[in-house]
C-alpha cells in the first residue's frame, strides 16, 4: 500500500509537470513552511517541537512531505515522530484532495497508514487539513486540524489552532480506544518581522479524550498537558 | 543610436510619388548597478540607461533596429502599439524566437502610424527589471492642437525582488505582499462607524469569499520612478511661463497603475494611446499599464509645479517637477485616501456562491446612467436583460458622487479629484481620427477575466494559456470582444498588432486604444477590425498577471497572406 501510494504520487506529478518554453504559467516551485519550532515549558519535563510541510508542484498537482516532532529534552527521547507523502491535487479553487502515507516512527510500536483527506482555506478564513488514516492493522482514524489568522496589526498576529483527533476502532498498542482520543488546542501570538521569519510565544493545551484519556493514564502518563511555547515560524 | 536615411531602401519602400524615410536605429542591451530603490540592484538597460531612450521616428517611415543582446539570458523588445508585420512584433514564442546571449536582431517595418508608444522586453520579467523605452511618431498630417515644448514622462515601478522571487513568493502565500489587511483595530472602528451587526456582515460577506477589500495590489514595495528617477531624484522638466507644454505620459510598471494630476495645472488630454482624441480638460487622470495619455498644460505663473502621480493602492508615489528654472520645487501634496474595494467590485465573481444577495447584480452595465446615453450598452441584441437587483444595504452606489460607467456602480475604485475636480473617464475619450469607418461587427467573443488569487493564478475563461488553444480570426472581419472581469482585480487587457475600439458608445467616434482596462465587476465591449494576418499576443498586461496565465495567442487567418510570407521571408534573409 505504501509503495503504491508512493509510486502512484509520483506518477502523477511527472504526469503534470509538461514544460512550457515561454511562460511561467505552469512552473514547478517548492516552498517549505516550518509552521511551528517551539519550546514547550511544561510539567513533567520540557519538549521541543517542530512541524512543517515541504512542498513542490505546480498550481494543480504537489507532493507534500509533513513532518511532526515532538522530543522530550528532558529524558532524551522522541514521544511523537509522524511523516507523511502526500500527493495533492486541486479540486477547486480554495481546497486540495491529497492521497498518501503516513509513517509514525514514534510513539512504538510503529504504524503505517494510508491517508486521504482535504485541505484548503475554508470560508471565513479558515486553514483546514481533514484527513482518514488507515494503519496497516486496518484500523480507521479520523483527524481535523484547522487555524485561523487574527491581525492585531500588520505584523503581530494572534493564531488559535486546534487539533482534533479521533479513532473508529481500538488500537491498544499505542493507548488508542475508539471515539474521540484527543483535542489539542493552542494560542500563538507571532510578530512577522518578514514573512519568512516570525518569532512567538503562546500556550498549547493538550487533552486526551473518552477512554483514550484512561489508557494513557494507566500508562503513566498525564492525559492533560498544559505548556507554554516560545518558538519561530519560518518560510522557505 | 544613430540614424541614416539609405537611399536604396527608400527607394524600395517609397511609392513613386512619396519621398519615405528610413533610419537605423542601434539598441544594446545590457546591465548596470543603481540604488534608485535604496538598495543596490542590478538592473537592465537599453543603451545604458533605465528607461532606454526615446526613439523618434516619422510616419511613413521604414525603420530598421539592430538590436544586440549582451546578456547571458535571451531577451526580446516588443514595439509596444504598433501596427506592424507580425514577425516584427518582437514577442518570444509567438513572433520569433527571441534574441540568443550575444546575438544581434534586426527588426525591420513600415511606421504607419502617429504619437507615443514605448518599447519594453517580451522576455520573463525583464521588463520590471528596467527594460524599457518611449517612441515618439512624427504625423504626416499636422496634429490638431500645438505645443512649444515636449517631453516624454515614463511611469514605471522597480522591486528590489526580482521578478522570479515575487512570484515565488505570490505562489508561497498570495498575500505575502499585503501589508494592508484589515485589522482588529479597523474592526474595532467599524464597529464604532457602522455598528457591530453591519460590521459582523461585511466581515462574514468578505470572509465567505475569502478575498480582502483592501487587495488593490497584488504585489507592493516597488519604487515608483518618473523617468528613471525616484521621488527625491525628482525629475525636472523646464519651461517658460505661458508656453504651452505637451507631456507624454507612458505607463511601463510591471503591476502599477497611478493618478496622476499636477496641483495648479488643467490639463487638455489630447491623445490616448497613440490616438488623437477631441481635447478634454481634466484635474486628473488614471493610466493603466501600458497605457500612454498625452496631455497639454499652460503654466503661466513663473513657479514651479508638482507632477504627482500616486498608486492606485496609494502603496507611494512618484514625483517630478515642471519649474522655470533647475532646482525649484513645488509642494508635494498628500496622497489621497486609499481605495477599498466594495461588493460592487465583486460583482459578477462569485455566481456560483451562495450569496443570494449578490446575485447577477453586477452586470453593472444594465444599471441606468442617465446623462451617458449609449454608454457601455451593447449595439446588438447583446444580453443586458440581466438588470441587476441592487444590493439591499450594501455599498449601494452614491449618489452624490460622479459615476464613471467604466467602473461598477458602488465601487470602491472609482477614481475622484482630490480638488473635487473633473478625473478623465474613458466615457470622455472620443476619437478625433477614427481610423475605421463603423460598421456592425461579423461575431462577438466573451472573454471572461479570471482567476484564483489564493493559489495566485490568471485565467482567460477559466483557462490558463499553457491550457488554452490560440483564438482564431479571419482577415476582414470586424470582431467584438466581450470582457467580463469576474475577478477583483482592475486588467489592463493588451491585443498586439491590431487597434481595441473601445464601445463608449460613441459609434465612428470611440477611442481606438491599445490597452483597455477593465475593472472589477464590469463588462466592456471593444471591437477590432482584424486587419493583420499572423500570430499575435493578446494579454492582461500586469506582469504576473500575464506571467501566470491570463494571455492568449491570436491567430489571424487569410488576408494577404502571400504579401506576409514575403515580408517573413525578406526579414529572415
Redesign the interface.
Known sequence: MKYLSLVLAAGFLMAAL?A????????V?A?L?VNRLEYRVQPGGDMAVAEGQLRIGN?EHKLVGKADIDYLISSGRYEKAEFQLRYQR?VS??FDLHIGVRQDLKPSPNRTYAVIGASG?A???FEIDASAFVSEKGDLSLRLDADYD??????LVLQPALTLDAALSDDRDTDIAAGLTSLETGLRLRYEIE?EFAPYIGVNWERKLGATSSLVRTSGEDPDILSFVAGVRL?F | MHRRITGLTALLVALPLTAAWAGTYDLTIGKTQTDVTGKPKTVLTINGTVPGPTLHFKEGEEVTINVTNTLDVDTSLHWHGLVLPYRQDGVPGISFDGIEPGETFTYRFPIRQSGTYWFHSHTGFQEQEGMYGSIVIDPKTPENFSYDRDYVVVLSDMHNDSGQTILHNLKKSSDYYNRDQRTVGDFLSDIRQDGLGATLRDRADWGDMRMMPTDIADVSGYTLLINGRNADQNWTGLFKPGERIRLRFINASAMTYFDVRIPGLKMQVVQADGNEVDPVAVDAFRIAVAETYDVIVEPKDKRAYTVFAEAMSRSGYARATLAPRKGMEAAIPPMSPRPQLTMADMGMAHRGMDHDAMGRVMDSDAMAHDGQPGAMQPKAGMDHAAMGHAMPGHDMPDTDKPSDPFYAPGSGLTPKAPNGGKFLSYDDLKAARPLYEDRPSTREIELRLTGNMERYFWSINGVKYSDAKPIRLRYGERVRFKFVNETMMTHPMHLHGMWSILDTGKGRWDPIKHVVSIAPGKTVYTETEVDAPGEWAFHCHLMYHMGTGMFRKIIVEGGPSQQAALRTKENEE
Open positions: 509538461p512550457q518554453a515561454e511562460m511561467s504559467d505552469d512552473d516551485f516552498a513552511f498550481d486541486m479553487d480554495f482555506l470560508p471565513q478564513w487574527i491581525l492585531i496589526t500588520q505584523r514573512r518560510m
